[in-house]
């Protein structure tokens, strides 16, 4: 079966400080592989998406980038964090593929402070 | 316009009601279609995908109009344990798996 991991589960850092999250995925082969944002009581913001190693789309301007340096694994980096990047950040992945079965399986997520 | 749109909510509704959640979506060539379950502080969960010909799971049923670009989800019979959020979420290219996008969400209160 397919597992998704991604870590810290909680994060404080201070503003101006860079920032590393981790996801991998365990269990299928050349997922896609997503980094949505979640603010307060708002809804999810796509932030990055990946088909393949390398291959990486940003979705929304900012001090955030990532990279796919292995098939399984996605990592989301900032050199300095902002107040505003406060969140809980989730990863995500799916089949590739057309139509049905390419819904995607989340993360636990981190819940980032920045103060 | 936002490529996927929901009742702002919240709902709040009695155990046992008939609760209805509407989504539409902007982009004609989307081609999968799901509804994910949010508690709070937790990471969406897969509640149903969303097939043309309409689905059931038990007390949810979820459909989808390309014509108008909108799905639904019914949930009948509510429990006070169906109070979480609801979101939308569209398959927004034709690609290999593409982008999934997910809508503000909809959050639903079931009272006793």
């Known amino acids: 079966s397919q597992t998704i991991h991604q870590w810290p589960a909680t994060l404080v850092q201070p503003v101006g400080s860079p920032l590393s999250l981790e996801c991998t995925v365990e269990g299928t082969s050349n997922p896609n592989l997503y980094w949505y944002r979640q603010a307060a009581g708002r809804g999810l913001q796509l932030l990055f998406y990946?088909?393949?190693?390398?291959?990486i789309s940003s979705e929304v301007p900012q001090n955030l980038s990532a990279s796919r340096p292995q098939d399984r694994q996605f990592i989301l980096s900032s050199k300095k964090l902002l107040l505003s990047d406060s969140g809980f950040y989730l990863c995500?992945?799916?089949?590739?593929?057309?139509?049905?079965?390419?819904?995607?399986?989340f993360g636990q997520g981190t819940r980032l402070t920045v103060v | 316009r936002k490529e996927v749109e929901q009742d702002p909510g919240p709902f709040n509704v009695p155990e046992g009601a008939t609760v209805a959640f509407n989504c539409t979506y902007s982009?004609?060539?989307?081609?999968?279609f799901f509804w994910y379950r949010q508690d709070c502080r937790k990471e969406p969960k897969l509640l149903m995908s969303v097939y043309s010909s309409g689905n059931e799971d038990g007390r949810f049923t979820a459909q989808l109009n390309r014509a108008s670009q909108y799905i639904s989800l019914l949930i009948r019979d509510s429990k006070l344990s169906d109070s979480a959020t609801y979101l939308c979420v569209v398959n927004s290219r034709y690609n290999q798996g593409g982008k999934l996008i997910f809508g503000q969400g909809t959050e639903l209160s079931v009272k006793p």
């Open positions: 982009n004609s060539a989307s081609q999968s």
């Open positions: 995500a992945w799916s089949r590739t593929g057309k139509g049905k079965g390419t819904e995607a399986f």
């Open positions: 990946s088909v393949g190693i390398g291959q």
